[in-house]
């Protein structure tokens, strides 16, 4: 019989008499139903299964074909009749098909189709059970982001089994708008990983399209929340914010200088946006501010008070705040501040009051304890501050010139102008005999990879070479530098090393077995140093031009080049966590630079010693400098303020290796080793209320530093001696200007 026919029965086009509810009707249309499952071309019937879905309305007969399909495919395995069943639960979200599918226990490959099924027809547990973090939903929904009439249905569904965020961020993939947004930025703190994770999703299938509330939702979750991944979707493409306002924040707060310069040139934006901000805003604002050293907005601005923040401090601005203050009759913000400070300041604090003022100051706590911390407080002297020496020991090797840590501080690689590489137990220093022998002389950098499988040295032959550590063969040998290698850098994904060269080029290597990746000419003379920033996306290098030049870590495209000084950078080091590199040049100067904004925060003028080595602590708080003459100073980061001067060896320092939390390895040109302790230098100036009782507990047993080691303790317990949250106080005011607690 031709199909058409049939067709025209199904639709009840043909006059036989009968009507779609008589006996006979449904008899026909079984017969129809019937020949369609055992007899004829799979392919033709499927067709025609379709085409009678589409255009027959009678439910009836909608339901025996999908019945029909569901029989086709579990007993015949119908691959046809599986792709329209599956084209009508998923796609068209049929209901009928969905519970049948559900029913019949029809099981789709896709997980995605599954979670989906589930949706529509399991309680909201059962859903989860399938979909825990309902990503195949939101993924589903992105495979269908045109389809309007599937948004909309799952978003109904969605609601009626209470998915709130879910449903809010279905309905902005929809229908965007402002209304959505707002309350999707609202919202945002409270929403799980995976929700975030959700959005993000979202956000990256909508901003191809343009779509203006999208772009302005990815600028926002940057700017209210510092969700680094929204600012690289942003640039990724090229995104703009609905107002010029939050435009000109969102390039300040990513340190798009020159876009934010040509936007907001009179600086009007930042302070509108600043005086209508929220708190957790305006501190983002200021703090930005001071790191990127842009603030000349708040100077400018008679409606702001200056602004100065609590790290920035040095010790004459102390000075003056505690004679601001106590003159002022200002005893409450006296008393403010000395509740949030760290104990080294609030030293100077004690040394400055007398103990009648300290008596007035409207403490409400313990006078004897009032007294003991005065009392203490004049035994309190910059110069008495050490670091404490542990562990000394003179290794078997002289003329040393390079030196690495393994990640679990278990052992020490070091080399010399010799063709040793020795290894040493830490922190004994027990040596592991025999020392590996190397193809050629000098080993002048050396590094071990995370997993602690492999060494990389660098030779005086020009060579990189990598070294199994278990057997100490040699795997690969990287060849292509034509002039000494002077640093190796490890990526921190493992996956790529980095080398720097006398030749002026940086080159990029796979890690461990090569080929190389990328070469680049960095300057027209010799490189010395190379760093990474905290992200691992940009490799900076200095020359003997002055230059610092940005890289791009996977590409090596240049990012930029600016003129650091007219003298060579012989050494580069960068913070851990903030943006700040720091260099030493042969006028025997240490300069300081935020690598984000390209700004020179301050220069150190250093006087009858050369600098050999430097590094940040581990909180980038101080600057460890080490010198020819064997000593180490301590500089505060933020202000430049030399803390302590000491003397660690005769000799002249040549490494500081990062070693445990707050102590470091210390190696001399000849081989001398010792590991200092800065743990209470950390403490005095971490503010009080954030230290740990268990922290300072092993503080007692330590000889050095015993008149601040005895104020920490008895500051520590007078701070503790009131109800009050570090977050309560945020700023303060002296005179003029307010102090931004940090």
């Keep these: 019989m031709n199909k058409g026919y049939w067709l025209k029965i199904l639709k009840n086009e043909l006059d036989f008499g009968i009507q779609d509810n008589d006996e006979l009707y449904p008899l026909l249309t079984s017969g129809i139903i019937h020949s369609l499952e055992y007899f004829g071309e799979p392919d033709e019937n499927i067709d025609f299964i379709e085409v009678a879905l ?4 009678g439910l009836r007969i909608h339901q025996q074909m999908v ?59 059962e859903y989860q059970q399938i979909d825990p973090q309902y990503l195949l939903l939101i993924l589903n929904a992105i495979k269908m982001y045109d389809n309007q009439t599937w948004i909309n249905l799952t978003i109904q569904q969605l609601n009626r089994m209470g998915f709130k965020q879910l449903t809010t961020l279905l309905q902005f993939l929809h229908s965007p708008s402002k209304e959505l947004e707002v309350l999707i930025i609202g919202e945002y703190a409270s929403y799980s990983i995976t929700e975030k994770n959700l959005l993000f999703q979202i956000c ?21 929340y510092e969700e680094m991944r929204y600012l690289n979707l942003a640039k990724q493409f090229n995104t703009q914010m609905l107002s010029d306002d939050f435009q000109a924040l969102f390039y300040f707060l990513s340190d798009q200088w020159s876009d934010y310069e040509t936007l907001d040139f009179q600086q009007t934006y930042i302070k509108q946006i600043y005086e209508t901000a929220n708190i957790p805003l305006k501190r983002r604002i200021l703090d930005h501010s001071r790191k990127s050293g842009h603030i000349a907005w708040l100077q400018d601005n008679a ?65 004897v304890l009032n007294t003991r911390l005065w009392e203490m407080s004049r035994n309190l002297k910059k110069e008495s501050l050490t670091i404490l020496k542990k562990h000394d020991h003179k290794l078997l090797i002289d003329n040393l010139l390079s030196s690495a840590v393994s990640g679990t501080t278990k052992y ?5 102008m010799s063709n040793q590489i020795c290894e040493f137990s830490l922190p004994k220093y027990k040596i592991h005999l025999p020392c590996t022998l190397m193809p050629a002389n000098q080993i002048r950098d050396l590094l071990i990879s995370q997993d602690e499988k492999y060494w ?64 680049v000419k960095v300057s027209e003379s010799e490189c010395f140093d190379i760093a990474i920033n905290p992200e691992g996306s940009v490799i900076y290098c200095a020359d003997a031009g002055g230059k610092l030049t940005a890289w791009d870590s996977t590409s090596l495209k240049n990012i930029f080049t600016i003129d650091v000084s007219n003298q060579p950078l012989t050494i580069l080091v960068a913070a851990h966590s903030e943006p700040f590199l720091a260099f030493y040049t042969t006028d025997q100067k240490i300069i300081l630079l935020n690598h984000n904004s390209q700004i020179i925060l301050r220069k150190i003028d250093i006087q009858d010693d050369r600098v050999t080595c430097m590094t940040f602590s581990h909180s980038d708080r101080f600057l460890l400098v080490a010198f020819q003459s064997g000593n180490i100073q301590v500089f505060l980061t933020f202000t430049g303020d030399c803390l302590l001067t000491q003397n660690i060896f005769s000799n002249p320092i040549y490494q500081i290796q990062s070693y445990e939390t707050d102590t470091y390895l210390v190696l001399s040109r000849n081989g001398e080793c010792t ?52 977050d309560d106080i945020t700023r303060i005011q002296v005179g003029s200007y307010d102090i931004e607690i940090e």
Excluded at 110 to 122: E, G, H, P, R, S
Excluded at 328 to 348: C, F, H, M, R
Aim: charged share 20%.
């Design 54 to 57: 589409m255009e027959i309305e």
């Design 303 to 367: 409606n702001i008070r200056e602004t100065r923040w609590l790290n920035d401090l040095t010790e004459k601005d102390w000075m003056t705040i505690i004679q601001e203050l106590n003159q002022s009759g200002k005893k409450e913000n006296l008393k403010k501040l000395l509740l949030v400070i760290p104990a080294y300041w609030a030293g100077y604090i004690f040394q400055a009051l007398s103990a009648e003022e300290i008596r007035n100051l409207p403490l409400q706590s313990d006078p």
């Design 204 to 224: 990256e299938t909508m901003l191809p399209t343009g779509i203006q509330y999208a772009q302005d939702l990815v600028g926002q979750l940057f700017i209210q």
């Design 456 to 519: 990389v040295a660098a030779f005086g032959d020009l060579k990189i070479r990598v070294y199994h550590h278990e057997n100490g063969q040699i795997i690969k040998t990287l060849e292509g530098h034509q002039g000494l290698v002077k640093k190796l850098l490890l990526h921190p994904n493992q996956k790529s090393l980095y080398s720097i060269s006398f030749d002026g080029t940086l080159r990029s290597w796979r890690f461990p077995l090569g080929p190389g990746l990328n070469t």
């Design 412 to 416: 020490l690689l070091v080399g010399g």
């Design 67 to 125: 019945d029909l399909l569901i029989r086709l495919f579990i007993t015949k395995n119908d691959q046809s009749a599986y792709q329209l069943l599956r084209r009508l639960a998923c796609v068209q979200l049929d209901k009928y098909a969905l519970e049948q599918v559900h029913a019949n226990q029809v099981h789709f490959l896709d997980d995605q189709d599954k979670a989906l099924v589930a949706l529509f027809t399991a309680s909201p547990e």
């Design 675 to 726: 590991i200092i302790d800065i743990e209470l230098l950390e403490n005095l100036f971490i503010p009080v209320t954030k230290l740990r009782e268990s922290t300072l507990i092993n503080f007692q047993k330590i000889d050095q530093n015993p008149h601040w080691r005895d104020f920490l303790l008895q500051f520590f317990q007078f701070i503790h001696q009131f109800d009050i949250e570090m």
